[in-house]
């Protein structure tokens, strides 16, 4: 069964960095869909980045150029680094993935049309101004 387990949350103040990292047990497949969701607290969940095996990558246009996404096929672990931060950044970050030769996209999965089927736990993210 495939897990997948964030961490490096925390509080930092704005303007400051944080790297959240998401270890992908059981990962086995060639083709697949990996990303980073957000929730704050009374809004609903959105899709930050994400990237998939057609070597697609996308943002959320609230976070690009200071978010970079990456992944770490060695160690089965998929990286959100954020820079620049902000308060409005602060929310609840999962970690997503979806394996097989139907995978969703990552520019649908990022704009919220379609949607990932295995998820992490969620590492918090606060931002003080």
């Known amino acids: 069964q495939v897990h997948l387990a964030e961490s490096g949350g925390g509080s930092v103040q704005s303007g400051g960095s944080l790297r959240l990292s998401c270890v992908v047990s059981?990962?086995?497949?060639?083709?697949?869909?990996l990303g980073w969701f957000r929730q704050a607290p009374g809004k609903e969940r959105e899709g930050v980045a994400a990237i998939d095996s057609s070597g697609t990558v996308s943002y959320a246009d609230s976070v690009k150029g200071r978010f970079t996404i990456s992944l770490d096929d060695g160690k089965n672990t998929l990286h959100l680094q954020m820079n620049s931060l902000k308060p409005e950044d602060t929310a609840m970050y999962y970690c997503?993935?979806?394996?097989?030769?139907?995978?969703?996209?990552?520019?649908?999965?990022?704009?919220?049309?379609?949607?990932?089927?295995?998820w992490g736990q969620g590492t918090l993210v606060t931002v003080s101004s």
């Open positions: 059981a990962y086995t497949y060639s083709d697949y869909c």
């Open positions: 997503a993935a979806e394996w097989g030769p139907f995978f969703s996209p990552a520019e649908k999965v990022v704009r919220g049309l379609d949607t990932l089927d295995t």
